[in-house]
């Protein structure tokens, strides 16, 4: 009876019990190599320059439209240094179609407002909006590291960094202490902290004169002195402000790695470790990093974009191949992350459907929310592609739902993908505390997503 119950029965094993030695070593080294670049990709313009230097290191070179190809080839795309678009050229015509795989490199943070320094009762403060989904209060009394460039008049750009340096300041946005919070306790978990509230402590030295703004003044010579920057330099700035935790192991064994912006770097970086390490293809393999997935795949850097069509139409014109053949013959693995199943918050879950740590590589057939709103749903037959695709290159995978029917939802770039006549589908690792200023993944997921892109790109279907 067992035996017709294993042939019969859908069951999902631990992905430890899955491997062996030798993939235990290749994931943790892996891992090591996936800590190193999140630490220093803070955001999507940090991961940008920090792919393009790992990939020219790998012989990539900057895409020129009319350039000649041959298959084998490496070249890439730079959007506006906040979107990266990697390629190599198969063997076949790109009629044929192209194997891609998109990640997005932004990460939900606390923006400088444009208008943004202010002094109050002889603090001084950055006032900030965040960016993408945060529970605000998850931002107040945690270490923050400043980030960003300042466009200057003269068409310079200063880069600014603070604190990612042990030896350099940090900065923090207050919270009320317990004594006198009575009213404020009484208050949603969403009204707590508001919007507004969430302003970042500078400075608390005033100049040594008796004018007025005396800390502000302080702070501002600070700047000037550090970056030549002015208060109104500030108007024209793309500052943020992020968590300042360093990378980390977690847990008793180290099986899982706590950090700021997994989602979705730890996606964008098994992409580029996937193209980096596929070496002559049959199709021609893409790698999207996006940016502003975060808040709907909106403008020039984002997935809506038209920049992605336009380097696909640039590398189609040089083989006399038009845009829209390549597209209805290519996949896409829309590699973003899920949630993972939380024992401690099980009531959102319905746990048969949602992923969980350490069982692979999760494949998402649709996000959306209520009756799959919002989604582009993948077909049963993009699935069933890679259920085969998974079995014979011996990638763990899982299915993964994002929470219960009716308990939220969310989507990624999979559906402006899929609306380009793409067979796509969301893939990608299972996070614990998505969104917060320190996410939880684990090596193993991380490892199998990294071998589920590869598979793809080195597939000849
Ligand atoms: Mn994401
Ligand atoms: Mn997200």
Redesign the pocket.
């Known amino acids: 009876m067992d035996d017709l119950r294993s042939k019969l029965f859908y069951e999902q094993k631990n992905g430890y019990d899955l491997i062996g030695t030798e993939e235990r070593l290749a994931l943790e080294d892996y891992a090591k190599d996936y800590m190193a670049f999140l630490n220093n990709s803070r955001t999507e313009r940090e991961a940008v320059i920090k792919a393009v230097e790992m990939a020219e290191e790998r012989g990539f070179i900057p895409f020129v439209p009319g350039m000649d190809l041959e298959p084998g080839m490496k070249v890439y795309k730079n959007n506006r240094g906040k979107a990266l678009l990697l390629a190599v050229i198969g063997k076949r015509p790109l009629s044929e179609g192209g194997v891609i795989a998109g990640a997005?490199v932004d990460a939900p943070r606390l923006d400088l407002k444009q208008v943004t320094m202010y002094e109050s009762d002889e603090l001084c403060y950055f006032k900030t909006h965040y960016y993408g989904g945060i529970k605000k209060y998850q931002w107040v009394t945690i270490p923050l590291e400043l980030h960003g460039v300042v466009a200057l008049k003269n068409g310079e750009l200063a880069e600014i960094t603070i604190g990612r340096e042990p030896d350099e300041p940090r900065f923090v946005i207050t919270d009320l202490l317990p004594h006198l919070a009575q009213d404020q306790m009484k208050k949603t978990m969403a009204e707590g902290i508001t919007g507004e509230g969430l302003n970042i402590l500078i400075g608390s030295t005033p100049y040594a004169d008796d004018g007025k703004d005396r800390v502000k003044l302080a702070v501002m010579s600070l700047l000037n002195d550090m970056y030549g920057i002015t208060e109104e330099d500030f108007l024209s700035a793309e500052l943020t402000a992020v968590p300042a935790f360093d990378v980390c192991e977690i847990g008793l064994d180290r099986s899982l790695i706590g950090g700021y912006g997994h989602?979705?770097r730890v996606c964008a970086f098994a992409e580029l470790k996937a193209i980096f390490d596929v070496e002559a293809p049959e199709k021609t393999c893409v790698c999207i990093l996006a940016d502003k997935?975060e808040i709907g795949s909106e403008g020039v850097t984002g997935m809506q974009s038209a920049a992605f069509d336009t380097f696909m139409e640039d590398l189609c014109a040089v083989q006399g191949v038009e845009l829209r053949r390549c597209l209805e013959n290519s996949f896409c693995l829309s590699a973003?992350?899920t949630n993972a199943f939380d024992p401690i918050y099980p009531e959102v879950s319905e746990k048969r459907s949602d992923s969980k740590i350490n069982y692979g590589m999760a494949l998402c057939k649709f996000t959306g929310a209520r009756g799959k709103s919002g989604t582009s749903d993948a077909s049963a037959e993009v699935v069933g592609y890679l259920r085969g695709l998974y079995a014979r290159e011996g990638v763990v995978w899982q299915m993964a739902e994002l929470g219960k029917v009716d308990q939220g939802g969310g989507g990624?770039i999979a559906k402006f993908m899929a609306n380009r006549n793409i067979d796509t589908i969301d893939a990608g690792v299972p996070v614990l505390s998505m969104h917060a200023p320190f996410e939880v993944v684990a090596k193993f997921d991380c490892y199998m997503t990294y071998k589920g892109v590869l598979a793809a790109y080195r597939d000849n279907k």
């Open positions: 997005h989602d979705d997935e973003d992350v990624t």
